[in-house]
């Protein structure tokens, strides 16, 4: 079975840009959930989707926001990008949220 | 506010040896702990977890060991192997299973042959 997909895996951006990182589950999972890894923090959530709606979000400003399709792929935005903004961006994908998470490799980015 | 600490960035050790790794947390309400471990241009991978109602949960190599009174939990690796070499993330979170997980800041393992 195929595991979490993640596009792209590299991007690098200028400030003011905005960005779109895009997340495919396993096949029957329909929770993703969003997390920023940078150096000394550790991964911080970001927000967690399940059936196209948002059930939590973390401590994180409204440049942050995400979405999830039909078929559970998920997207997040990241507009107006800040040189913090830089990070290595995980997703991961669960049956129904109360259940493993199952990690992508992540999409490295990178703001200058 | 970093609510799981991991306070050794880095950590080396024969192979052979014990690995023991260490994580604090200032949660009171965090209900279940997990251990996450992470390879160069990999994703993280679930290793073992423990509810808050237990103290002790083993699988094979892996042992976790939760001290809710010191709010403080560890992993054991015995003995350790070269593979092991990774990053490990401890991980919290209140409800067990819940999506939304608390993560530490990680500790590279380095296993020496």
């Known amino acids: 079975k195929a595991g979490v997909t993640q596009t792209p895996r590299y991007l690098i951006k200028t400030r003011g840009q905005q960005v779109t990182l895009s997340c495919s589950p396993i096949?029957?999972?329909?929770?993703v959930s969003w997390y920023q890894q940078t150096p000394g923090q550790g991964l911080q959530f970001l927000f967690e989707?399940?059936?196209?709606?948002?059930?939590n979000k973390g401590n994180f400003p409204g440049r942050f926001s995400g979405r999830q399709f039909s078929n559970s792929r998920s997207e997040m935005n990241v507009s107006t990008l800040e040189l913090g903004d830089s990070a290595l961006y995980l997703c991961?994908?669960?049956?129904?949220?109360?259940?493993?998470?199952?990690f992508g490799p992540g999409t490295r980015l990178t703001v200058l | 506010d970093q609510q799981v600490k991991q306070n050794s960035p880095s950590l080396s050790v024969q192979e052979g040896r014990i690995s023991i790794l260490n994580c604090d947390y200032t949660?009171?309400?965090?209900?279940?702990f997990l251990w996450y471990k992470k390879y160069p241009a990999e994703g993280p991978t679930f290793l073992i977890s423990?509810?808050?109602?237990?103290d002790k949960n083993e699988d094979g190599r892996f042992t976790v060991f939760l001290n809710k009174s010191a709010k403080h939990l560890s992993l054991h690796i015995v003995p350790s192997q070269p593979g092991d070499s990774a990053v490990y993330f401890c991980?919290?979170?209140?409800?067990?299973?819940?999506?939304?997980?608390?993560f530490g800041a990680g500790t590279t393992v380095t296993v020496r042959a």
């Open positions: 991961a994908s669960s049956l129904s949220g109360t259940d493993t998470q199952y």
């Open positions: 096949s029957g999972h329909r929770s």
């Open positions: 989707y399940f059936s196209e709606t948002q059930r």
């Open positions: 949660n009171s309400m965090f209900d279940y």
């Open positions: 423990i509810s808050s109602i237990k």
């Open positions: 991980a919290a979170s209140e409800v067990p299973n819940d999506y939304k997980l608390s």
